[in-house]
């Protein structure tokens, strides 16, 4: 199945746009599962066991595996996905984008190593960058277009023409760079008027929205910018605000409160 | 010692502006060396073994040995290499870049996970994604700017009122990035060009410069485009040209054939 497909079929079983993040700070990981052999593992497969029914999908974030030397705990982290919530996809976060040699290499690393169904991409080094990536027909590529954070502004906003640079890397990307059907962009959820002229020029394609939760984007605004005519087309990420719900031994079920919160705060306004 | 400090010593010392690239290509790689119990680090040991006297960095890129499960390997090359050459410089090519708390764990596999003197670092996403990096005044970052790939054109040569995105990126970074003095830029050996106007706007600026060897750049026309007036200012990377010049057993001393004729090519057009 593909990946468009398996998130449209994750987007009707949950019910939900709410993707949440796995980013396992070490600092912030509750203190008693610090004695556990595979502490990070534990704690995602935690948060994952109490949100599972509320998802449309998971994205963790690989930085935060590699910061540790834990890559050993991601690929434990997507077996137990893959094989546990097998109709769930998993986005894995990592940003990556070379020349073709080496994207293949990468994309390599995201679908075969770690088992994602889908992998973020910087676009900035061109199609040819992202073709190795592309090419898994089945496998989603979530291209960075429009971020959340204050810097987005320095490069994407750049104007050409009075066409902002980020309205363009959306057309590029859903005129040419979308053959296979399999791209899916990010916009920052604190920009919802970007979101809805993002929406106009990309039609059905996927958001994956950050800036939810501790980055503070209102989920009402943003919501009714950017989903699809059906009420679909967002993945809304939401990370700290879920994992770290709560520090102590409830943190998983504090997780859930705040996931089926988020859940239902996002389908209120939902066509 | 900062890593411009590191890296204007090592240009004297081996007399070199030439950076070999650590890409080991599993499928390139010498058949007797893969009976070995860490092939990918013998690999790279042996070429590094016949070549650091000609080299003014080495440049592992993270992609091959993520796409082989190979980290444990990684980190034996720059432990190596920190051990036995402390005086070269090593670049991680690993082209991250992500939102401020992310950057910063990307920040920490590089500079403390593996020990790299300098990354290199996609600027998309602007000067907050970069800060994490930045803020470890010791250390390169090398950001992406004009990149080799024939895609580089998709979004690098936008124009913004007559100036080129990559134009616009150099100056960012020239005038508000490098406020710790260690910044770099990539700059593709395919468009010398470009290359010239780049050194224009960025004075001694180092440059990190992909595309010589397998991408077919030109030598003479990077080197006199590119030099600072004191003839250094570039770390021109071969990677596939160099490490496989021969399949054989004979590997190690035909990449040092081939970085010599490289490194003395490069020589005869310098100021």
């Known amino acids: 199945m593909s990946f468009i497909n398996k998130l449209e079929a994750a987007w009707d079983k949950a019910d939900s746009l709410l993707c949440v993040g796995l980013d396992p700070n070490w600092s ?3 203190e008693h599962l610090k004695e556990e052999s595979e502490p990070i593992f534990e704690f995602c497969k935690a948060i994952i066991d109490a949100t599972h029914d509320l998802v449309c999908a998971y994205k963790p974030q690989i930085a935060y595996f590699a910061a540790l030397e834990a890559e050993s705990q991601l690929q434990k982290v997507m077996n137990y996905l ?3 919530y097998p109709h769930i996809p998993i986005i894995l976060d990592s940003k990556r984008g070379d020349i073709g040699s080496t994207a293949a290499m990468y994309a390599k690393e995201a679908f075969e190593r770690f088992g994602a169904d889908a992998v973020t991409v910087n676009p900035y080094m061109g199609q040819d960058s ?10 989603g590529v979530v291209l960075l277009c429009r971020t ?3 810097g987005a502004q ?3 906003d750049l104007e050409v023409d009075g066409t ?3 309205e363009l890397v959306a057309k590029m990307i859903s005129e040419q760079w979308n053959t296979n059907n399999n791209c899916c962009i990010v916009v920052g959820a604190t920009w919802p008027q970007q979101m809805q002229r993002l929406r106009e ?3 059905d394609m996927p958001f994956l929205v950050p800036g939810v939760g501790a980055q503070g984007g209102d989920v009402k605004a943003l919501v009714e910018a950017g989903q699809t005519q059906n009420g679909r ?3 809304i990420n939401s990370s700290r605000a879920v994992l770290y719900a709560d520090s102590g031994t409830g943190y998983a079920m504090a997780a859930r409160g705040v996931a089926l919160e988020t859940r239902d705060l996002i389908n209120q306004y939902r066509r």
Request: charged share 20%; net charge negative.
């Open 201 to 203: 020029i990309t039609g």
């Open 148 to 150: 959340s954070n204050a």
């Open 82 to 84: 893959n094989e546990t």
């Open 28 to 30: 912030k990981i509750p």
């Open 164 to 166: 902002p640079v980020y």
């Open 130 to 139: 992202a073709e190795p990536f592309l090419s898994y027909a089945d496998k």
């Open 154 to 156: 320095d490069i994407q």
């Open 233 to 235: 087309g967002l993945m």
